[in-house]
């Protein structure tokens, strides 16, 4: 009789295992990209992490995921509404991107209406937050936090904030209210629109203010740097807090023995970078490689590279959680209909626990 039990309890403990297996995710995952900057990093890096994920096994042994990403002309809400409807009809688990505020909440306004997590990886201010929205990037008011700390530990009783673009005003907000809280004096100036900012530094220079927040891209920083030691504002006298969080792509040795201070924040961990041998997929042996980044290393690595990257990974950690507890199917949708997908709430989820 005890032998009999015994029996009974494996043909039970097999056919739920059998079962829990028929409940596997799609053996094909779509994962949208959309992408609208002029670096190609970001998209390149989109791509090496599905194909990683997909070599090492690991995360999702039985399923694969393919890449739908897309190149999108900057600020056009119109194409990339389409386009990602588009990409809707074959099938997504997710849509990363765009990087522009004005696209991606168009993009995020989609997804929404179809219960689609959107994940994201740039720094936007203007994109609210809704239930199926996630953006890997610090949040402004984070940063301006984190500048404010910079100017107090310095103990900077006065200086200048030079900023690019008036978006810059949102990430700056509490760094202008310590004029009033703490009593600091704050200059402030809008760059002007050009390649010469030799006069405009002039100007800087002839109202004897030596400490300097420069707020603007890093394609633009490297322009200006390199124009303020033209002009003598390289020198032990100065110290400039940079905001970009991409000082670390710009190749600073020019300014390595002039005794300025310029400082910065990075959110890029470079030595993990290194162990990942992540540059190998940008040499010329590879598919990923773009003949404009000549000599790629990790100091290439912007920002949103490294963000897209582990953006990819967080999607692909919460399909496997998600495995865990239900039956999902991936299915068209479309932008018109009223069909949305039943298992995006829960995907979300498992991504902000990550």
């Keep these: 009789m005890?032998?009999?039990?015994?029996?009974?309890?494996?043909?039970?403990?097999?056919?739920?295992?059998?079962?829990?297996?028929s409940f596997a995710l799609p053996e094909v995952i779509r994962i949208g990209g959309l992408f609208d900057s002029s670096d190609p990093m970001p998209e390149s890096a989109f791509r090496q992490a599905l194909d990683r994920i997909n070599e090492n096994g690991r995360f999702l042994p039985k399923s694969?995921?393919?890449?739908?990403?897309?190149?999108?002309?900057p600020s056009d809400s119109h194409f990339a509404s389409r386009?990602?409807?588009?990409?809707?009809?074959?099938?997504?688990?997710?849509?990363?991107?765009?990087?522009?505020?004005?696209?991606?909440?168009?993009?995020?306004?989609?997804?929404?209406?179809?219960?689609?997590?959107?994940?994201?990886?740039?720094?936007?201010?203007?994109?609210?937050?809704?239930?199926?929205?996630?953006?890997?990037?610090p949040h402004p008011t984070a940063l301006g936090q984190a500048y404010v700390d910079v100017i107090r530990t310095w103990d900077w009783k006065t200086f200048t904030i030079l900023y690019e673009e008036e978006e810059s005003m949102v990430r700056l907000q509490l760094l202008l209210k310590v004029s009033t809280t703490s009593g600091f004096k704050i200059n402030v100036r809008k760059?002007?629109?050009?390649?010469?900012?030799?006069?405009?530094?002039?100007?800087?220079?002839?109202?004897?203010?030596?400490?300097?927040?420069?707020?603007?891209?890093?394609?633009?920083?490297?322009?200006?740097?390199?124009q303020a030691q033209q002009v003598g504002l390289i020198t032990s006298s100065y110290s400039f807090f940079i905001t970009s969080l991409?000082?670390?792509?710009?190749?600073?040795?020019?300014?390595?023995?002039?005794?300025t201070n310029i400082t910065g924040l990075r959110l890029v961990d470079l030595n993990k970078i290194k162990a990942a041998n992540l540059t190998k997929a940008y040499s010329s042996t590879s598919r990923y490689y773009n003949p404009t980044l000549m000599n790629p290393n990790a100091t290439?690595?912007?920002?949103?590279?490294?963000?897209?990257?582990?953006?990819?990974?967080?999607?692909?950690?919460?399909?496997?959680?998600?495995?865990?507890?239900?039956?999902?199917?991936?299915?068209?949708?479309?932008?018109?209909?009223?069909?949305?997908?039943?298992?995006?709430?829960?995907?979300?989820?498992?991504?902000?626990?990550d």
């Design 300 to 353: 290439t690595f912007t920002t949103e590279t490294a963000l897209t990257y582990d953006a990819v990974h967080m999607i692909a950690k919460a399909l496997r959680e998600l495995d865990r507890s239900q039956d999902v199917r991936v299915k068209s949708l479309n932008c018109d209909g009223v069909d949305t997908w039943i298992h995006g709430n829960s995907l979300i989820n498992y991504m902000t626990l």
């Design 83 to 137: 386009r990602v409807c588009q990409m809707l009809r074959n099938g997504l688990a997710a849509v990363l991107g765009p990087s522009s505020s004005s696209t991606s909440s168009h993009v995020q306004s989609i997804c929404d209406a179809l219960e689609i997590p959107h994940v994201n990886t740039g720094c936007q201010s203007r994109l609210r937050r809704t239930q199926y929205a996630i953006n890997l990037h």
């Design 191 to 226: 760059m002007p629109e050009t390649t010469n900012f030799r006069p405009f530094l002039k100007e800087i220079d002839a109202k004897g203010e030596r400490n300097i927040v420069l707020d603007c891209s890093a394609e633009t920083l490297a322009v200006v740097l390199k």
């Design 2 to 21: 005890a032998y009999s039990k015994q029996c009974l309890l494996f043909v039970l403990t097999v056919f739920t295992f059998a079962t829990r297996t």
């Design 246 to 259: 991409d000082l670390h792509t710009l190749d600073l040795e020019d300014y390595k023995y002039s005794g």
């Design 64 to 73: 694969n995921l393919v890449s739908l990403s897309e190149r999108l002309p």
